[in-house]
């Protein structure tokens, strides 16, 4: 597995509402080089310290990851949202974090919808947990936790039939269909 990019080498930003801080690691921009063809999909670090709204970013699907129990509030409706448990909404859906057990991080996977069915997926970045994924699809690996070699949010980029590492805790970042071709 080659490294792309590592958390610990950017520096954080304010949230889109200025509610927070995110470390972004995949940008739009660069999703579009690392995967020509696919809608854009931008991946961050966000760091949760207290309750409050998110930014709304209409037109984009997002999965959430905390890395501790955190409890949202979706359009008027509680969520709560156990460790490395991903949450999906939608960037214009009214969404706050209403319970925080203590300060966290959140990974965020946002892809960009084009106007199309937010539940079609087909052709879209997408964050498995825990789940196999067929070796011969694209994937990138982001660490979730530290290790020696692997530092936590590291994004890695798996070459076709590479072995995800068992030995850490990871999130891996695959294409939906199989029917897409890069």
């Known amino acids: 597995m080659r490294a792309l990019v590592s958390f610990a080498d950017r520096d954080p930003v304010p949230w889109a509402n200025g509610a927070g801080q995110t470390t972004e690691l995949v940008s ?3 999703s579009a080089q690392l995967t020509p063809g696919l809608r854009p999909w931008r991946l961050s670090i966000a760091r949760l310290e207290r309750v409050g709204p998110f930014s709304a970013l209409p037109g984009m699907a997002r999965t959430f990851l905390p890395n501790a129990e955190v409890a949202l509030d979706i359009d008027g409706h509680v969520h709560s949202v156990p460790a490395f ?3 999906r909404f939608h960037g214009g859906q009214n969404v706050s974090l209403v319970d925080l057990v203590e300060p966290c991080f959140a990974v965020n996977l946002m892809v960009a919808d084009d106007g199309m069915d937010p539940e079609n997926t087909a052709g879209a970045m997408q964050m498995s947990i825990g789940q196999p994924v067929p070796a011969d699809r694209l994937r990138f690996v ?7 070699e692997y530092p936590r949010f590291q994004l890695l980029e798996s070459e076709t039939g590479e072995a ?3 030995e850490i805790s990871v999130a891996v970042l695959h294409i939906e269909s199989v029917d897409t071709h890069i």
Do not use: G
């Open 164 to 166: 995800v590492p068992d």
């Open 28 to 30: 739009l921009t660069e």
């Open 142 to 148: 982001l660490t979730l936790e530290d290790r020696a």
């Open 85 to 87: 448990r991903p949450e």
